[in-house]
């Protein structure tokens, strides 16, 4: 369970996936928004966990297909719910870009900007069987959702 080391082709693909939008959005960030404010805790797990998952996702050659076993679906369901972000940024990039909009469920998914991926990756851990994967994803989903909790906090104490 702790990975064999080598290129992995669908950490790639992954990676792509999570870094094409969020590129757009540095040029599209909803009215209002604002980082001043985050916890310097929580921001310290997202950095962290942005870094570890980023080189455990593309060093660890057992995230890519092997042929098909019961695993596989694992791997299925990571992919669904990545296009099921992709999915959430089309709708964010055609709404009027608001932080309702940004901070948004999709599908009866709670801020799904943020946990889609942060599921995403975790179930690609389990699909590779890389716990090195599944502990950085956890350090990413506090900093990470743990953020997208502060600022849908804040929104709603604006209303």
């Known amino acids: 369970m702790t990975g064999h080391l080598g290129f992995s082709y669908i950490g790639l693909i992954f990676l792509i996936l999570l870094f094409v939008p969020n590129i757009i959005w ?7 928004y604002t980082y001043e404010n985050e916890n310097k805790v929580l921001l310290v797990f997202e950095r962290a966990g942005e870094f570890l998952t980023a080189i455990c996702v593309l060093v660890f050659d057992d995230f890519n297909v092997h042929g098909w076993s019961n695993r596989t679906w694992w791997l299925i369901a990571a992919f669904v719910l990545m296009a099921m972000y992709e999915c959430w940024w089309v709708r964010y990039f055609h709404s009027d870009r608001t932080l309702s909009d940004f901070y948004s469920s999709f599908l009866g998914i709670p801020l ?7 599921i995403s990756f975790f179930l690609l851990g ?3 069987n890389v716990v090195w994967l599944l502990g950085a994803t956890i350090i990413l989903g506090i900093g990470h959702i743990g953020i997208h909790i502060q600022h849908k906090r ?6």
């Open 126 to 128: 389990i699909y590779g």
């Open 112 to 118: 799904a900007g943020a946990t889609l991926p942060v």
């Open 154 to 159: 804040e929104l709603k104490s604006q209303y």
């Open 26 to 32: 540095a040029r599209r960030k909803p009215q209002g």
